[in-house]
Nanobody, 112 residues
Framework: QVQPVESGGDLVQPGESLRLSCTASVDTFSRYDMDWYRQAPEKQRELVATFTRWGYISYADSVKGRFTISRDNAKKMMYLQMNALKPEDTGIYFC??????WGQGTQVTVSS
């Protein structure tokens, strides 16, 4: 059973930074394509960032220049560094593996 586990969500003020983490107990973490999605209240779920097994990285336009996705396959970890956070970044952030294994999510709230 592939079960990603996210952590790092918190309540922060606009302009602050936060780093989310994702891990999974799998033998071949490096072979998975990894995504971060977010679900904001009353909005459609949004693909935030992707880091494929081949090293391809992409971002949603709304976070380009502010968010950075990274992974450490040896540690079986994926990260999302979020800088210059805005209230519209508020939502539940999900780690997704191979577009089909979803974590439970971690809540990020950006508010003054």
């Amino acid at each position: 059973q592939v079960q990603p586990v996210e952590s790092g969500g918190d309540l922060v003020q606009p302009g602050e930074s936060l780093r989310l983490s994702c891990t999974a107990s799998v033998d071949t973490f490096s072979r998975y394509d990894m995504d971060w999605y977010r679900q904001a209240p009353e909005k459609q779920r949004e693909l935030v960032a992707t880091f494929t097994r081949w090293g391809y990285i992409s971002y949603a336009d709304s976070v380009k220049g502010r968010f950075t996705i990274s992974r450490d396959n040896a540690k079986k970890m994926m990260y999302l560094q979020m800088n210059a956070l805005k209230p519209e970044d508020t939502g539940i952030y999900f780690c997704v593996m191979d577009s089909k294994y979803w974590g439970q999510g971690t809540q990020v709230t950006v508010s003054s």
